[in-house]
C-alpha cells in the first residue's frame, strides 16, 4: 500500500494549496494513503543554529515521515514568479543532515493552485533545478495547474469544484499507480 508525504507551501489558514492537498488525501485511490505533513514549524535556515543545535525537531519529523513514505506530493503556491520562501526554506532544511538520502531517488509529483490564470506554472518550473540538486525523481506524466482558484474554493479553502476535484482524482491515481 504506497504513502505518500504530502507537503503544502502555504501557512494561510485557508490556502487554496492546503486545501488542494487535503482533496488529493481525500480523493486517493483505494489502497494509497497521503499523510500531510507540517512545515508550519520549520524556522527559518541558520547554519549557525544548525551547528549549535543540530536539526530543528519539525525537520526530524519530516524526515521521519519522508522516510516511510514511498513517494512524495508537493503541492506549491506561486510568489513572484517562483515558489514561495516558506517552502523552500523548508526543503532547505530537510536537504540537512540525511535529508539528501531521503530525497534521492524519491519518486515526487507537483501541483500547484493560484487565483491567477497560470496557476502555479512558473512556480512548479522553479522547482525543477531543486528537485534535480535533490536527485528527486520527478513524475512527469501529469500536470496540475489549478487557475482562478477563488472560483473554485470555499471560504475555508476546501475544493468545492467538480470538475477540478475529478482531475486531482485522476492525478493522484495515476502517479499512486507508478509507485
Ligand atoms: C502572490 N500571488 C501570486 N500568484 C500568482 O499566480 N503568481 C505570482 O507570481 C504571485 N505572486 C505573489 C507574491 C506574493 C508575495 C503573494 C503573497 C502572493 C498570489 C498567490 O497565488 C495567492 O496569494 C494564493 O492564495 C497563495 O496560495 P495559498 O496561500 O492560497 O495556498
Redesign the pocket.
Known sequence: MPTILGL?G?L?QA????GLLRAAAELAPDGTVIEIGDIRGVPLYDADDEAAKGLPDAVRMLHAQLDSADALLMVT?????SMPGVFKNAIDWMSRGDGLKLFKGKPVALMG????G?G?V?SQNAWLPVFRTLKLDMWTAGRLMVSK?GELFDNEGNLTDGKTRDAVKSFVADFARTL
Open positions: 503544502s502555504s494561510r490556502s487554496f494549496n492546503a503556491p506561486e510568489y513572484n514568479n493552485a493560484s487565483p491567477g497560470f502555479t512558473l482558484a
